[in-house]
């Protein structure tokens, strides 16, 4: 006779706890200790033992994936090379990997896909969304919403709903730019926008300017650009025409700094003693660039945990109230300006 499959008692006793602690930890049940969630786990290999998910399901009713829905940002080669989605998916999957929950990733990038993600998630295909929009605009946040999906946004919405957020003080990092230009005595300093009908772009831009203002400069040339490397060497051109005593440029992230960068280069232009450069993010450009970019560190991994830990909070207790968390910018002092 063949010997019989393990089950939660034989995980318990290996375990040294009981079997609804072995249980908890097989249902991903948050409030169990770290230690007794490791030494569980231990034991479940050590034993062999195959949690049957068909029945936990039916048990728990959750799937244990939840959607990862990246919408209005354009085809999936677009999101595969920006380093901004990058990160938000490594910190979302780092995050939910001990929980044992799975992220499926979703692309919305027109309203028939976003129907589909709308569609995938009523019918229980996963047990909520994650959701990183580009646009105030987008119908999604309130379509998921109005449908009864739980749901927490990378940003906060373009219009006030109840639904939870993660977001960062861009206007503060836009300040922090402005005083690290002014304090290292720049005068004729420019600013390469993100679109100016995203949200974190026009606080980042504000905050620049307002910080500017209040330092005796009322007026800074802008030049918007896309949040990309080609739009920020558009963006830097541009502004090489209509500026050309610039001392100092700070891009709303770090692939336009990166190509502004290299367009002053090409007009024989030293960065920075010519002219400086910071950028935002403090992404992957940010260290390949030469010189490395001063710039604006944005926690994107750590924002992207704290969103699936809001959502997997709401999962184990339906019906909280909405939260928001806000994450703080800081300055990374490199060898751009």
Known sequence: MSKSAPTLEDVAKVAGVSRATVSRVVNG???????????VRS?????????????????????????????????????FTDPFFGRVTAGVVDFLRPHSVHPVLMLADSDQSRTEVVEFLR???????????????????GRLLEAGVPAVLYARPG???????????????????ADHLVAAGRYNIATISGPLDVLASQDRHAG??????????????????GF?????????????????DLDAVFAANDLMAQAAVDVLHEHGLRVPDDVAVVGF???????????QLTTVR????????????????????????PRSVIFEPELVVRASA
């Open 298 to 321: 944005q926690p994107v991994e750590r924002m992207a945990a704290q969103m699936a830990d809001l959502l997997l909070a709401d999962l184990e207790k339906p019906g909280q109230r």
């Open 281 to 291: 993010d403090d992404s992957a450009p940010a260290r390949t660039c030469r010189p």
């Open 123 to 141: 019918q229980g295909s996963a047990d909520g969304a994650l959701l990183v929009t580009t646009h105030p605009s987008d119908p999604l946040p």
């Open 43 to 79: 034991a479940i290999e050590q034993t062999g033992y195959t949690p049957n998910r068909v029945a936990r399901s039916l048990v728990t009713r959750r799937t244990g994936t939840v959607a990862l829905v990246i919408s209005g940002a354009g085809g999936g080669s677009d999101v």
């Open 29 to 39: 049940t948050r409030n169990v200790d770290p230690h007794i969630q490791e030494t």
């Open 159 to 177: 219009r006030p709903m109840p639904v939870s957020y993660v977001d960062m003080d861009h206007r503060a990092g836009g300040t922090m730019a």
């Open 208 to 225: 620049f300017r307002d910080a500017m203002a209040r330092h005796g400069f009322p007026y800074v040339p802008t030049a918007e650009g």
């Open 228 to 244: 990309t490397a080609e739009s920020g060497a558009t963006a830097m051109r541009r502004l090489l025409v209509e500026c050309p």
